[in-house]
């Protein structure tokens, strides 16, 4: 227990009603180490309003807890401040006890003192109590307008739908199914099974893929509460948590169920192309099953292929040949609208094309493949009988090189590792040596990621079985035209020696890559997507599963490259997460979103224009203007757009934001950096840069929106009037809003602002604006510091000059 | 590297580690793509020179840089074996530009006064005659002899101009020091 400092202050008039209480936490010594709590606390107390003021060591602890409860009580206080770490962190916390004391959560005010105080000043003690001081005078003059607000509740529709049927998705919809909840499974392929199916065996156990899969697809599609649509394709998703409605097409198959997947049909096919499944190693019919083992079971006819794409019957063996007469022609796609509560995306990955890289040869050589070829290779149902052979004369190659990191960790293909090369490899390496132990092996690698259960295992293994690991990639492939064998030339780096090694066959080991039309799917959702492309989660380590938009959950490849166990239990978190909220049958609101203030309205229709979500109704011979509050995500870009101050944006009001900009600026403001951070990306970028401990000058003050798009031109303007020496605006990347995308809105508000500041002949450069992602605090760090150069630049009279200027508006 | 104390003296002397080096090197242009570097071995098997030595290796140098053995480095005459055809930036899967990285190093190295003599010996003819090679006169004399005109002479205060922007001038001093 630390010391409870009590100080009462004279400046709350009685006459007023608004009573605050401000906290100021320690932290232990994460605040208290760069920053003078007590002296905090003590400047608190001389706030407006502030009827009590304490600084403890650990407010979020039961006691700190305890202590703000007895506080609301025992002082009467209806507003409470905390002064501690980020509201993306405690803030939940902090309004449980306010609405355990009997106060509104809505009634709650964090200033962040740890994050992007302390932590971000750790050298500067002075100047860092400074700051936390102007961020609790920040808070308290925010906390003095807040109002009492009321969640909505909306009801949940309690049927799912999961987009992608690999195992993922599989998963996701057994475990959705056995819950008890009805399940759409949709699937584009003919199949269910998706990458998993094509592979022979998996890493670290090394037992068959589809002979683990294959049970899990039936129980899929016999499940009762599971009704499996293959060859289907979502193509519009509408409304909001609890209500989606969602248009899928089936396409038709042009056979019916009564296809017994005898197989008749087949060999009178008179055309075919490049099997899919076997990745173009053999090839199929117009009329085919994807494999042995999919589900459904049914065959499949290729219009695009089949003579007869013309709607013109010209050729009938098919037909002739089916006894069960289960080829139809005349089907047609059905469009089919279903009513989900809750949505799983589960579309996996595509694989990364080696072509691009030259030096490797690929598609070149005929004897060297990639990886996901080599599994059909290897696989006893694929087209070479599970016989490794090389293309360019079918004989099984007695030397193999391994190409690791093709594709990943590379500028020339994606950044990232795709997490799976390395085991996939070692487990390739193990096959062949099981087969045929006399083969040569080499494995080119950067590093040996052997990170999971069972891997390190797996990886000796393969050592011990006499496979020969050399650190340092080929720079090139060389083909020896003779004999077809390839030349590999590089860098023994352990060594530093060049080898060059004769293989007669060499297997690139390929990344993994977002698919191709995830944007599609991004926009159909409105999801938001990494840098990498994949999938973003909401929170990358406390909310893994679920998707920035409430009611969407993500499973497997879509949301990162992962292998099959971490795609499954990925897929039974979704399932739960889904399940938690469909269990619940309703879902309240955050009381953000905006309410009309008729008597300002003119009905002019520019909010509907920029709502992200179309949640604005807009008739403008009705005169009606009406908000679906289920709809809205809250970002607040119609009451930036309004002109005429008819919106009121509830918790982020303007007066709100005036209040904190006239504290930030009350002092020194020729000094300062006002910052607009949108809560989702800038602002937790600045999170991390605390997290970081990441250092940048203590003259910026950060106030925080829920979305860029939040920042009306006024709050700007209105900073330059009080004297502010430069304004930041930021958001996340282009493409990447958590509000689809209220931040293009951002972009075109700021560049008004600077053609009208160049009008008013004021130096533009004191407005910035600035992408920064959640994992950007250096970026924001390294703006900050920037922009010193700028707020060291601004003379006095240019500082009275925008005053008088903006004020003029 | 902290030095606190003196190792026994049996012992085999751990090599001096500066990791102030790669700051210097990152100040430079290009230089500060040193650091992400993570040693694959593209550079040194991509590299045409590599392949006929035995000493030089791009990788290596980089490792060493960032470590900041600067006395293996700048000293070393394999520093100047590379012959800038950039191949090893082209295919850098981190976007370092090694070819570059080398450059800078060779400049420090320029600056410690660790440039080999024939380096200087061209920089100084450069300064002289603003030729690499020096035109021997009976050369001259024959190409007269054969019809051929004479060789355009080089504008020499451009030249010391240029070497002094470029800092080529110490060069030629520390040659006079000599």
């Given at each position: 227990?630390?010391?409870?400092?009590?100080?009462?202050?004279?400046?709350?008039?009685?006459?007023?009603?608004?009573?605050?209480?401000?906290?100021?936490?320690?932290?232990?010594?994460?605040?208290?180490?760069?920053?003078?709590?007590?002296?905090?606390?003590?400047?608190?107390?001389?706030?407006?309003?502030?009827?009590?003021?304490?600084?403890?060591?650990?407010?979020?602890?039961?006691?700190?807890?305890?202590?703000?409860?007895?506080?609301?009580?025992?002082?009467?206080?209806?507003?409470?401040?905390?002064?501690?770490?980020?509201?993306?962190?405690?803030?939940?916390?902090?309004?449980?006890?306010?609405?355990?004391?009997?106060?509104?959560?809505?009634?709650?005010?964090?200033?962040?003192?740890?994050?992007?105080?302390?932590?971000?000043?750790?050298?500067?003690?002075?100047?860092?109590?400074?700051?936390?001081?102007?961020?609790?005078?920040?808070?308290?003059?925010?906390?003095?307008?807040?109002?009492?607000?009321?969640?909505?509740?909306?009801?949940?529709?309690r049927k799912a739908l999961v987009i992608g049927g690999g195992v993922a998705g599989i998963q996701a919809a057994l475990d959705l199914a056995d819950t008890g909840y009805h399940v759409y499974l949709v699937e584009r392929d003919p199949s269910i099974g998706g990458r998993m199916a094509q592979l022979d065996k998996t890493f670290p156990t090394m037992d068959c893929s589809i002979c683990i899969l294959a049970p899990k697809m039936a129980d899929a599609g016999r499940h009762p509460n599971i009704e499996l649509l293959t060859n289907s394709e979502v193509q519009e998703v509408k409304g909001y948590i609890g209500n989606f409605k969602a248009k899928v097409m089936k396409k038709p198959r042009y056979v019916t169920d009564e296809c017994t997947a005898c197989g008749d049909c087949v060999p009178v096919c008179s055309v075919t192309v490049p099997n899919e499944f076997d990745v173009g190693l053999s090839t199929r019919h117009g009329i085919y099953i994807p494999f042995p083992q999919a589900v459904p079971s049914t065959y499949i006819v290729d219009r695009e292929l089949c003579l007869n794409k013309e709607n013109i019957i010209v050729c009938d063996k098919c037909i002739k040949a089916c006894e069960r007469q289960a080829i139809d022609f005349e089907m047609k796609p059905e469009i089919l609208e279903l009513e989900v509560g809750?949505?799983?995306?589960?579309?996996?990955?595509?694989?990364?094309?080696?072509?691009?890289?030259?030096?490797?040869?690929?598609?070149?050589?005929?004897?060297?493949?990639?990886?996901?070829?080599?599994?059909?290779?290897?696989?006893?149902?694929?087209?070479?009988?599970?016989?490794?052979i090389r293309p360019s004369d079918m004989k099984i190659p007695e030397t193999v090189a391994f190409i690791q990191c093709v594709g990943s960790r590379s500028e020339r293909g994606h950044l990232y590792c795709s997490n799976v090369c390395c085991m996939n490899t070692i487990k390739d390496s193990l096959l062949i040596k099981e087969h045929w132990p006399e083969t040569k092996i080499y494995v080119f690698y950067l590093d040996i990621r052997a990170y999971g259960k069972g891997f390190e295992d797996l990886y000796k293994r393969a050592k011990k079985e006499g496979v020969l690991f050399i650190r340092g990639l080929p720079a090139e492939v060389i083909e020896d035209r003779k004999t077809r064998n390839l030349w590999l030339i590089g860098e023994n780096t352990l060594q530093q020696e060049l080898y060059r090694i004769n293989a007669e066959m060499a297997i690139l080991s390929i990344g993994i890559e977002p698919r191709k039309d995830s944007a599609v799917i991004q926009r159909l959702l409105t999801l938001s997507r990494t840098q990498d492309g994949f999938f973003m989660e909401a929170h990358p380590k406390l909310r893994p599963v679920d998707a920035p938009t409430g009611g969407i959950f993500l499973a497997g490849c879509a949301e990162s490259p992962k292998d099959i166990k971490d795609s499954v239990t990925q897929a039974s978190a979704a399932a739960a997460r889904a399940s938690i909220l469909m269990a619940k049958g309703k879902v309240t609101v955050e009381a953000i979103t905006p309410r009309l203030i008729e008597e300002n309205c003119t009905?002019?229709?520019?909010?509907?224009?920029?709502?992200?979500?179309?949640?604005?109704?807009?008739?403008?011979?009705?005169?009606?203007?009406?908000?679906?509050?289920?709809?809205?995500?809250?970002?607040?870009?119609?009451?930036?757009?309004?002109?005429?101050?008819?919106?009121?944006?509830?918790?982020?009001?303007?007066?709100?934001?005036?209040a904190q900009i006239d504290a930030a600026t009350q002092l020194d403001a020729e000094k300062k950096i006002i910052a607009f951070c949108c809560n989702w990306c800038s602002y937790a970028g600045a999170d991390f840069a605390g997290v970081s401990r990441m250092q940048y000058p203590t003259n910026v003050r950060i106030i925080r929106t829920m979305c860029s798009g939040r920042v009306a031109p006024k709050f700007v303007e209105y900073a330059f009037a009080r004297g502010a020496a430069a304004v930041l605006v930021s958001g996340c990347h282009i493409g990447d809003c958590h509000y689809i995308n209220a931040n293009y809105q951002t972009l075109k508000r700021v560049e008004k602002l600077w053609k009208k500041m160049e009008r008013l002949e004021l130096n533009k450069d004191r407005l910035q604006l600035e992408w920064i992602n959640a994992s950007e605090g250096e970026r924001l760090?390294?703006?900050?510091?920037?922009?010193?150069?700028?707020?060291?630049?601004?003379?006095?009279?240019?500082?009275?000059n925008s005053k008088k200027m903006m004020r003029k508006g | 590297m902290a030095q606190k104390t003196?190792?026994?003296?049996?012992?085999?002397?751990?090599?001096?580690?500066?990791?102030?080096?790669?700051?210097?090197?990152?100040?430079?242009?290009?230089?500060?793509?040193?650091?992400?570097?993570?040693?694959?071995?593209?550079?040194?098997?991509?590299?045409?020179?590599?392949?006929?030595?035995?000493?030089?290796?791009?990788?290596?140098?980089l490792r060493l840089a960032q470590l900041g053995i600067r006395q293996k480095i700048l000293p070393s005459p394999t520093l100047w074996l590379c012959t800038a055809c950039f191949t090893c930036t082209d295919r850098c899967p981190q976007d370092v530009k090694v070819a570059s990285v080398l450059r800078v190093l060779r400049n420090l190295a320029v600056k410690e006064g660790q440039t080999p003599r024939i380096f200087i010996e061209l920089a100084s003819n450069i300064y002289e005659t603003g030729y690499a090679y020096k035109i021997p006169e009976l050369r001259q004399k024959k190409r007269e002899t054969v019809g051929l005109p004479p060789l355009p002479k080089a504008s020499l205060d451009r030249v010391d101009r240029l070497l002094e922007l470029a800092g080529g001038s110490k060069l030629i001093k520390s040659k006079e020091a000599q």
């Open positions: 227990m630390t010391k409870v400092q009590l100080q009462e202050t004279e400046h709350a008039t009685p006459t007023e009603s608004i009573r605050i209480g401000v906290y100021v936490c320690h932290c232990g010594l994460n605040i208290a180490g760069s920053v003078d709590c007590e002296a905090v606390a003590k400047f608190a107390a001389t706030l407006p309003y502030v009827v009590v003021s304490k600084d403890y060591r650990y407010t979020c602890s039961e006691p700190g807890q305890e202590l703000i409860r007895s506080d609301i009580k025992e002082y009467k206080l209806n507003r409470v401040v905390v002064a501690s770490c980020s509201p993306r962190l405690h803030e939940p916390t902090f309004r449980r006890v306010c609405e355990d004391a009997g106060l509104n959560k809505y009634l709650f005010e964090m200033a962040n003192i740890r994050e992007h105080c302390s932590w971000v000043h750790l050298h500067d003690r002075e100047s860092a109590t400074e700051k936390a001081e102007d961020l609790v005078r920040m808070a308290v003059a925010r906390a003095a307008l807040l109002e009492p607000e009321e969640e909505n509740t909306v009801p949940i529709t809750t949505i799983v995306v589960a579309t996996g990955a595509d694989v990364f094309d080696p072509a691009s890289l030259v030096e490797y040869g690929y598609t070149k050589f005929p004897n060297v493949i990639t990886s996901l070829e080599f599994e059909r290779l290897i696989n006893a149902g694929g087209p070479s009988g599970g016989h490794i009905v002019c229709g520019l909010c509907a224009r920029v709502c992200p979500y179309n949640a604005i109704i807009f008739d403008k011979e009705a005169k009606r203007v009406e908000f679906i509050e289920a709809a809205c995500g809250g970002c607040g870009t119609c009451a930036a757009e309004c002109p005429f101050d008819a919106i009121k944006m509830r918790h982020f009001t303007d007066e709100q934001i005036f760090a390294s703006k900050i510091r920037e922009m010193q150069a700028i707020v060291g630049s601004v003379s006095a009279e240019e500082i009275e | 003196e190792a026994p003296k049996k012992n085999v002397e751990p090599l001096k580690m500066d990791p102030s080096f790669k700051y210097e090197v990152m100040k430079e242009h290009d230089g500060e793509t040193l650091k992400i570097c993570f040693q694959c071995g593209s550079c040194t098997s991509s590299c045409p020179t590599a392949r006929f030595s035995d000493s030089y290796r791009p990788r290596t140098i």
